[in-house]
């Protein structure tokens, strides 16, 4: 617009013509200020609206509907205010849409955006959905691709494999727990069976000894550790059953809760195409999983050994009963770290050594809780 001359597709840095009538509005980082008027609509043959990183604000005209032949709309990182007009679900071609750096409000129309070019699959529809937002309740953007918070940093708006097949993490938790109980009560029913096989076929004569029980009892306090808190499971004592259970009542759960997730992926200014940067690779997991192993492994041997213990001739009912009890506990808050060791590592952790520092924290924050 610094031209001297009118006609916009001679002289007009920005404009792109075609037969006389404008098809494309590049103006991104011009510095240009104001508002974007409902004239925006009489402009009927538009391709392409860009108008991204400058100080435009106020609301987005809903005469953009009217553009039937956009195929591609950049309104980033301006001061663009209000909702998204319905108005824009008659636009049909387009190919790329990008609303964030903005303070826009409401819901985003699910807007039929179709990319051609592969690599701005994911940068194909991006808004501020993310978190933290700059409003108490960011924007809502079901259909968008990718979601950018208050910093900047964006994030992919899709569901992992988890949240595809059960939905939300609380559920697939309640699943996790449920098969962790199901597989040690098969194992104890199947121990059960065994051992009642070699009963038969053992002298009737063959009772175990006052002895071998006594060592059952020293060997199931050595498996659960003579200094955790679970000891108690293997007690008579109410109280240490409460201390327990609200030991295990305070473990890290999962959820669905966005606010800790950590945006890997940049919407920068100066190009439409979104950049991953997150360098967490396969060695940093199989750190992860060789040192989850180390301070794991002992826990759930352990769990299984009060099983086998639990489904030995000999001993009271109820002693029996704490046993498998413990065990079946004992394996459920072992395996419940590692799986919530996972997901806060996908959550959270960008780089490898941030992985390998979590493992670490979340080993000694395990040792720690579990000690009384």
Not at 123 to 151: A, H
Not at 286 to 297: E, K
Not at 355 to 361: F, G, K
């Amino acid at each position: 617009w610094t031209h001297e001359y009118n006609d916009p597709c001679l002289y007009w840095p920005g404009v792109t013509c075609r037969d006389g009538v404008v098809t494309e509005l590049t103006l991104e980082n011009n510095g240009l200020s104001g508002r974007l008027t409902a004239h925006i609509g009489e402009l009927s043959s538009l391709e392409i609206l860009d108008l991204s990183d400058n100080v435009i604000k106020g609301s987005i005209p809903a005469e953009i509907g009217s553009l039937t032949n956009l195929t591609y709309l950049r309104l980033s990182y301006n001061v663009f205010t209000g909702t998204v007009s319905d108005e824009l679900l008659d636009l049909t071609r387009l190919q790329l849409v990008q609303l964030h750096g903005n303070r826009l409000t409401g819901t985003i129309p699910d807007l039929n955006v179709t990319p051609k070019d592969e690599s701005l699959y994911g940068s194909s529809f991006v808004s501020d959905c993310g978190e933290p937002s700059v409003f108490e309740d960011p924007i809502q953007c079901e259909g968008c691709t990718m979601c950018c918070n208050s910093q900047e940093d964006c994030q992919p708006n899709e569901q992992d494999q988890v949240q595809q097949e059960f939905g939300t993490y609380v559920e697939f938790t309640w699943v996790y727990f449920v098969g962790i109980m199901g597989i040690c009560c098969l194992l104890a029913v199947a121990l059960c069976l065994y051992n009642q096989y070699r009963k038969r076929s053992m002298p009737s004569s063959s009772v175990r000894s006052q002895a071998a029980i006594a060592r059952d009892i020293d060997h199931a306090l050595d498996n659960i550790g003579i200094e955790s808190v679970y000891q108690f499971f293997l007690s008579n004592s109410w109280l240490g059953w409460t201390i327990t259970l609200s030991t295990m009542a305070v473990q890290p759960n999962a959820s669905d809760e966005k606010t800790d997730l950590v945006f890997t992926w940049k919407c920068p200014r100066d190009t439409a195409e979104c950049d991953d940067r997150d360098d967490l690779d396969w060695e940093g997991w199989t750190v992860f999983a060789i040192l989850m192993f180390i301070h794991l492994s002992r826990d759930v041997i352990s769990g299984f050994k009060l099983i086998m213990l639990s489904t030995k001739s000999g001993h009271k009912l109820h002693r029996r009963l704490r046993y498998f009890i413990g065990g079946m506990l004992l394996n459920v808050v072992t395996l419940f770290t590692l799986f919530a060791s996972i997901l806060y590592n996908q959550a959270i952790a960008s780089t490898n050594t941030e992985i390998i520092a979590n493992s670490v924290i979340i080993r000694e924050y395990s040792s720690v809780r579990q000690l009384y």
